[in-house]
């Protein structure tokens, strides 16, 4: 696609309850990153795609989060189990793996736990 | 660990003026990327300019320039005839080069800029 596209844009759930949050990056980026950004807060790493290597899980914050990356393409954030603290929103970002490049990002899934 | 450091929260600048926004990092590494990232309320982040640490000349677009300093890692973005389109979140990020070991980019907590008209 021309962008990277998240979905859905805004998710309210209760907690206790499994979300899923899908990002589709841009044809052709190997590589690809999840973050997250709280109310007022920068940018949290949470985990990183290059190609068939193992992804770079460091950033997750706990065992509720996971993420998986299907055929190279599409990617799941899952968290299981929601908290109010895990109300944010989710930013997914693609790019080329040259270093020199930034990241596209997507325009991010608020998700919201009550 | 590499740390971006973005030490005003807000500013503000009036139609067509000038505004500059600063950014310190800290790094042992001599090959890294800069970034300077828009978030407008649409949320999605935009690159804005980007700096390869290993050039000395500063990066421009249109009517933003950067200051780099690497010596006393600074990186500060100067935004000039602002608009009131430019009003946004600024990120300022950091990205490791290919002996770093890390493709992340590693954020700044952002600057609100507000354009006054």
């Known amino acids: 696609g021309a962008g990277v596209s998240q979905s859905p844009s805004n998710k309210v759930t209760e907690k206790g309850k499994d979300v899923e949050l899908r990002c589709d990056p841009i044809?052709?980026?190997?590589?690809l990153y999840w973050y997250r950004q709280s109310l007022g807060q920068g940018l949290e790493f949470l985990i990183y795609?290059?190609?068939?290597?193992?992804?770079?899980k460091s950033g997750l914050p706990s065992d509720r989060f996971s993420a998986e990356r299907t055929g190279g393409s599409v990617s799941t954030l899952t968290i299981q189990r929601t908290q109010q603290e895990d109300s944010a929103v989710y930013l997914c970002?693609?790019?080329?793996?040259?270093?020199?490049?930034?990241?596209?990002f997507g325009s991010g899934t608020r998700l919201t736990v009550v | 660990a590499q740390t971006v450091t973005q030490s005003q929260p807000e500013m503000s600048v009036q139609e067509a003026e000038t505004v500059t926004l600063s950014c310190t990092y800290d790094?042992?590494?001599?090959?890294?990327?800069l970034f300077w990232y828009k978030q407008p309320p649409s949320r999605q982040m935009i690159l804005v300019i980007r700096?390869?640490?290993?050039?000395?000349q500063n990066a421009t677009e249109n009517r933003f320039s950067v200051n780099f300093q690497k010596a006393a890692k600074s990186f500060s973005l100067k935004i000039s005839d602002s608009q009131l389109g430019d009003a946004a979140m600024y990120f300022c990020?950091?990205?490791?080069?290919?002996?770093?070991?890390?493709?992340?980019?590693?954020f700044g907590k952002g600057m609100k800029l507000t354009v006054n008209p």
């Open positions: 795609f290059q190609g068939n290597s193992a992804p770079d």
């Open positions: 970002a693609s790019s080329l793996v040259t270093f020199n490049y930034g990241y596209t």
């Open positions: 790094t042992s590494e001599s090959d890294y990327y």
């Open positions: 990020a950091y990205r490791p080069g290919t002996q770093g070991g890390s493709e992340k980019l590693v």
């Open positions: 044809s052709g980026h190997t590589a």
């Open positions: 700096q390869e640490a290993y050039k000395q």
